[in-house]
């Protein structure tokens, strides 16, 4: 396949910060973002002989050539009492981005809430959802580069990363314009390394999926999975 994905370098932004100092030798600064907003070009490029279907069917609909103009809203607050390692506090993040213009027009939402509970000085409880959404408008599809993927690190372990939701006609996984994804964690120290917060234990449990445009979201279309696992922060 022969195919080209290229950020045109025309974006401009701003962003609202705020600092605090840090609490923990792990860390050097806290800087919390509050908010930015910003616009940006992204042309997507698709030349050659393109094997995979849903590619394809993106060429046939805008072209070899497209081209889109977001307009992108983010807001965050971070309240944990680490960034690398946290046991206390929570964290929050909204994304926004709207295709003001070009060929290809969408809406895409992104919100995070991660929170961790202190049980002891050395157990902590964490859990973690996020939530996805994407319309595509003018009468058009949602466009696939910007479809969610779950599976993996950092979604519903276990399985291959990417590996959920829609596989096209061609055998290709290409996520969809939907995602969920909510995980828990019981972070443990490792015997014999006291209250080491660099070297933890974990037990998780993961359960979430994505979905396509004319999917229907249901409980019994939910991916889950369980395992153990080993954090070290060098």
Known sequence: ????????????????TRVRAPKLALEESRVLPMGFFGIGAE?????GNVTNKSYRDYRELYGPSS????????????????VLAPTLGRYQRIN?????????RYLRANAQYQHYFPITNKFTFG???????????GSKPYPIFKNF?????????????????????????????????VNGELYVPVPGGGNDKTLRLFAFVDAGNVWGENEKITADSLRASTGIGLSWIS
């Open 43 to 47: 042309q997507t490029r698709i030349n």
């Open 96 to 104: 926004l981005e709207w295709s003001v213009g070009g060929d290809v």
């Open 127 to 137: 859990l973690n959802a996020e939530l996805g959404w994407g319309k595509g408008l």
């Open 149 to 181: 993927y779950g599976g993996g690190l950092g979604s519903v372990r276990v399985f291959e990363q990417g590996s959920l939701g829609i596989v096209d006609v061609t055998n290709n996984y290409i996520g969809g314009n939907r995602r969920l994804n």
């Open 67 to 82: 081209l889109a103009i977001p307009l992108t809203i983010g807001w965050a607050r971070d309240q944990r009492d680490s």
């Open 1 to 16: 396949d022969a195919l080209y994905l290229h950020c045109l370098p025309a974006s401009i932004g701003a962003e609202v």
